[in-house]
């Protein structure tokens, strides 16, 4: 089976919350396991002994040699952590999550869960992985449940003990069935996803299973029971020598732009002209030879009011190359003063004539006068609200900054919405894959009465938009726009 099909078969198929849409964790939903990424980072800090580790291993061997049950090196791990405190635990997880395990999401594992959520359908993890591991996935997903292995807490610490069994085998299929009955779920309308022949009973108490990226003896038992296999794209698959070829050769003539335009504007005295040249020129450059070209709804929006404050939700290197390429021109950036003395940054700075602001002076008038100075010259501010990149798909917190500055210089909020830019080239990722990145531009938003000691309302509002539109894709209902091409 495509991925393209079952997407098609759940749109197609029951529909409303009495669906319920199961999945495991584990090579399911993200290529790995939490549990390799929670051991690294604890030999990392040097907090497992040798005598752990040797345990540890030896009943993991237990496991794949002899097909022992998960119990044993579940109870095992979880006693290992007694006497932690859980909201340690919970820190601890989250940031794992972001550092490690957001990376590792399958992109058509996004796709599957954002289906089911269009078909209204309940949303729940069944794993036999522990809440710290399963729970920042969750949230990552927005799934409405999570079925786990649980730690035993008291009075606010871990006690060593499982609260109940590892989820894992028949034991998974007895918790999904239980949480049916109880959530009104009727499992023979139901879809569940795993990866692993263990999960049989889990994957047989749904009407619509699926073995997905399916490992050992899965695939003969998807056979022997007619169930439908699908294989999702790893993250980051597609990069090879192709990809680092289309990368060097893109970044060479992105910096070869940046040499023509710098000695054009010495050649006319002008530094805007350097700027609005490269800005034109280089970007477009640099995408078409990575293989990159944007599918732009609400073009039109760029260019309606300037200057403007520029947003957009940050999530890969290439975001600074489709800026560049949609607004084009008499444009700069929010740069931190300390920034001035880095010479990996000087000589672009000085071609942006980038607006330098000194985070000492606070968040007052003082600090974002050399940005409101661009603004009311007649120069847009380009300014990601996240601050920086986000893990995931998902949007991070927003900050005020940008809007203080849209506010004090009077000036319009035009939102820049990103769909999938990570798919192309991921968060820390050095290399480029060819695609069609999606961007929607959203009306500009005026702020020249925006009362001051209103901003969080200002957040709040523009904020709701990309979500609304990160939820409901103009293209994906209707024909887009503009294919902005390079």
Same mark, same amino acid.
């Given at each position: 089976?495509?991925? /393209?099909?079952?997407?098609?078969?759940?749109?197609?198929?029951?529909?409303?919350?009495?669906?319920?849409?199961?999945? &495991?964790?584990?090579?399911?939903?993200?290529?790995?396991?939490?549990?390799?990424?929670?051991?690294?980072?604890?030999?990392?800090?040097?907090?497992?002994?040798?005598?752990?580790?040797?345990?540890?291993?030896?009943? +993991?061997?237990?496991?794949?040699?002899?097909?022992?049950?998960?119990?044993?090196?579940?109870?095992?791990?979880?006693? $290992?952590?007694?006497?932690?405190?859980?909201?340690?635990?919970?820190?601890?997880?989250?940031?794992?999550?972001?550092?490690? #395990?957001?990376?590792?999401?399958?992109?058509?594992?996004?796709?599957?869960?954002?289906?089911?959520?269009?078909?209204?359908?309940?949303?729940?993890?069944?794993?036999?992985?522990?809440?710290?591991?399963?729970?920042?996935?969750?949230?990552?997903?927005?799934?409405?449940?999570?079925?786990?292995?649980?730690?035993?807490?008291?009075?606010?610490?871990?006690?060593?003990?499982? &609260?109940?069994?590892?989820?894992?085998?028949?034991?998974?299929?007895?918790?999904?069935?239980?949480?049916?009955?109880?959530?009104? #779920?009727?499992?023979?309308?139901?879809?569940?996803?795993?990866?692993?022949?263990?999960?049989?009973?889990?994957?047989?108490?749904?009407?619509?299973?699926?073995?997905? /990226?399916?490992?050992?003896?899965?695939?003969? +038992?998807?056979?022997?029971?007619?169930?439908?296999?699908?294989?999702? &794209?790893?993250?980051?698959?597609?990069?090879?020598?192709?990809?680092?070829?289309?990368?060097?050769?893109?970044?060479?003539?992105?910096?070869?732009?940046?040499?023509?335009?710098?000695?054009?504007?010495?050649?006319?005295?002008?530094?805007?002209?350097?700027? /609005?040249?490269?800005?034109?020129?280089?970007?477009?450059?640099?995408?078409?030879?990575?293989?990159?070209?944007?599918?732009?709804?609400?073009?039109?929006?760029?260019?309606?009011?300037?200057?403007?404050?520029?947003?957009? /939700?940050?999530?890969?290197?290439?975001?600074?190359?489709?800026?560049?390429?949609?607004?084009?021109?008499?444009?700069?950036?929010?740069?931190?003063?300390?920034?001035?003395?880095?010479?990996?940054?000087?000589?672009?700075?000085?071609?942006?004539?980038?607006?330098?602001?000194?985070?000492?002076?606070?968040?007052?008038?003082?600090?974002?006068?050399?940005?409101?100075?661009?603004?009311? $010259?007649?120069?847009?501010?380009?300014?990601?609200?996240?601050?920086?990149?986000?893990?995931?798909?998902?949007?991070?917190?927003?900050?005020?900054?940008?809007?203080?500055?849209?506010?004090?210089?009077?000036? =319009?909020?035009?939102?820049?919405?990103?769909?999938?830019?990570?798919?192309?080239?991921?968060?820390?990722?050095?290399?480029?894959?060819?695609?069609?990145? &999606?961007?929607?531009?959203?009306? =500009? #938003?005026?702020?020249?009465?925006?009362?001051?000691?209103?901003?969080?309302?200002?957040?709040?509002?523009?904020?709701?938009?990309?979500?609304?539109?990160?939820?409901?894709?103009?293209?994906?209902?209707?024909?887009?726009?503009?294919?902005?091409?390079?």
């Amino acid at each position: 089976m495509k991925l /393209n099909d079952r997407l098609a078969e759940i749109a197609a198929g029951p529909q409303g919350p009495s669906v319920g849409a199961f999945f &495991d964790l584990d090579g399911t939903l993200i290529d790995g396991y939490t549990a390799v990424a929670v051991y690294r980072d604890r030999i990392r800090k040097r907090d497992v002994g040798l005598r752990e580790l040797g345990q540890t291993l030896g009943l +993991a061997l237990d496991m794949r040699l002899r097909g022992a049950d998960l119990d044993a090196l579940a109870a095992f791990a979880v006693g $290992a952590l007694a006497g932690r405190q859980e909201e340690d635990l919970e820190e601890w997880g989250e940031r794992l999550f972001r550092q490690q #395990i957001a990376g590792l999401v399958y992109p058509g594992a996004r796709q599957l869960v954002e289906a089911h959520r269009r078909a209204g359908h309940t949303l729940v993890m069944a794993t036999s992985a522990t809440w710290f591991q399963a729970g920042p996935v969750a949230r990552d997903l927005e799934l409405d449940d999570v079925l786990c292995t649980r730690h035993g807490v008291a009075h606010g610490m871990l006690t060593g003990l499982l &609260d109940g069994g590892a989820l894992w085998g028949p034991a998974k299929a007895r918790a999904v069935e239980a949480y049916a009955e109880r959530a009104g #779920i009727t499992l023979t309308d139901s879809y569940a996803y795993s990866n692993g022949a263990e999960d049989v009973p889990f994957l047989a108490v749904a009407g619509y299973p699926c073995a997905l /990226n399916p490992d050992g003896d899965l695939p003969a +038992a998807a056979l022997l029971h007619d169930w439908p296999v699908l294989r999702l &794209d790893p993250p980051g698959s597609h990069f090879g020598v192709g990809a680092l070829v289309r990368t060097s050769v893109a970044l060479s003539a992105l910096l070869g732009s940046v040499g023509l335009s710098t000695g054009v504007g010495l050649l006319s005295r002008s530094r805007a002209t350097a700027a /609005n040249l490269a800005g034109s020129i280089g970007p477009d450059l640099a995408l078409s030879l990575a293989g990159v070209r944007l599918r732009v709804s609400g073009e039109h929006n760029l260019w309606a009011r300037r200057p403007a404050v520029f947003m957009f /939700n940050h999530q890969s290197g290439l975001d600074m190359a489709i800026l560049g390429s949609l607004i084009r021109r008499d444009v700069t950036a929010v740069v931190k003063r300390e920034a001035r003395s880095d010479p990996r940054f000087a000589a672009i700075g000085a071609l942006l004539d980038v607006a330098y602001v000194d985070r000492a002076a606070g968040r007052g008038r003082a600090a974002l006068e050399p940005a409101v100075a661009k603004l009311r $010259a007649g120069v847009s501010i380009a300014i990601a609200p996240e601050g920086t990149r986000s893990p995931t798909p998902r949007l991070g917190r927003f900050k005020k900054g940008g809007f203080y500055l849209a506010v004090e210089a009077g000036v =319009p909020i035009v939102p820049i919405v990103i769909r999938n830019a990570g798919d192309l080239m991921w968060r820390d990722s050095l290399l480029v894959h060819p695609g069609t990145v &999606d961007v929607t531009v959203l009306e =500009p #938003i005026e702020t020249a009465e925006w009362p001051i000691d209103e901003i969080e309302k200002l957040v709040d509002v523009v904020r709701a938009q990309y979500e609304a539109t990160l939820r409901q894709w103009p293209g994906d209902h209707a024909p887009v726009e503009t294919e902005h091409s390079s």
